[in-house]
């Protein structure tokens, strides 16, 4: 019996079946949640080499033992899920794609792209053998400022975008769980020597981990447009292998744009906005912008009206309000992956990031990489 195409297969079946595989990264739960919360989809397995990672998800979205696994080709044998949604360590996004991928299944990665610009390639190779999905998931893609910004740039309200300031983080990535559940600083300190996201060989530090969101939603506001060289410098902090705060600054044919990560910020941007802010302020020739982290309300000058005015931010419907409602649009839509989740924009966003990273080491201003 031939397979049912993707296209055709809402029409035929009632559930999209996922499957999280990898739970390194703490997203993984916050992700799941979007499955269990969408109508159409089954959650038909969890994996991990280390099981006892799955069990908050396990009790969050009343999975049964049986649908739990610690060999990610057992799980997709058995399971055959139509997407899989991976939150592997940076730098094994590469692996987890050439594992993950010949099952022929679409693939929802968890931000960032890549360690670096080869390994992005990699996973796009690997796909497109197989004719399925990647979606790249960047989380404040889905923040309703962020995305009004972006419609009125398109709308041409601020003009062409000439400048894209970004600053973004929070206190760290260990002290948070999913759904933003805190920890004690005693946890976060335990675990620092232990944890990955501190681990230079796995890709750790504010740089890998937080500068392709503003590359990538920066590549967006400008309409797909690349810089012509990069300036980046890092921390040093003692006792650490990775960087905890970034400033990179890209030169383009007309403009500036700078991009700063920060693990250490004073207060979580979800709980209480830090100072400087957490979001974008972006510059055009014919106005300003000021998008902010989980506000609800944007901030717009423009030569008709130079006071900065308020404006409130879209409210997102189905299918565009996180990665698995999108990501089922499209395959149902038969649509490629648009905007910042496309692997074609987000490597414009991994060349900045891979220059910005190469330029800290090195201590000087560098071409893009190609």
Known sequence: MAAVPDRLRAKTMSKWKIAGINFDHLHMGDNLRMAFEHPDV???????????????????????ADRVFSDYQACLAKTQPDIVLLCPATAEHGEWTEKVAPFGVHIIMEKPFAATLAEADRMQRA????????????PLAWYPPHRTAHRLI?????????????????????????????????AVEREKPTSWFYKKAAGGGSLLDYLGYGTT??????????PLEVTATVDQPQGLEVDEHCIAVARYERGLSKFETRWGTFTDPWTLQPQPKCGFVIVGSEGTISSYD???????????QPATTERPVDVLEPPFQNPVQYVIHCIEADQPIA?????????????????????????RTLPLVQ
């Open 42 to 64: 089954e959650i038909v397995g969890l994996c991990d080499e280390q099981p006892e990672r799955t069990r908050q998800a396990c009790e969050d979205f009343a999975i049964p």
């Open 127 to 138: 796909m497109a053998e197989t004719g399925k999905l990647l979606a790249i998931n960047w």
């Open 154 to 186: 398109a709308a041409g309200e601020i003009g062409e975008v000439i400048e894209v300031h970004y600053y973004d983080g929070n206190r760290g990535p260990l002290w948070h769980l999913a759904d933003k559940v805190e920890r004690t600083a005693a």
């Open 217 to 226: 939603l920066g590549t967006w506001y400008r309409g797909g447009r690349a």
């Open 294 to 304: 989980y506000e609800d309300v944007i901030r717009v000058q423009t030569r008709a």
């Open 339 to 363: 905007g910042p989740l496309s692997p074609a924009l987000c490597r414009i966003g991994q060349q900045i990031v891979d220059t910005a990273a190469q330029s800290a080491a090195q201590k």
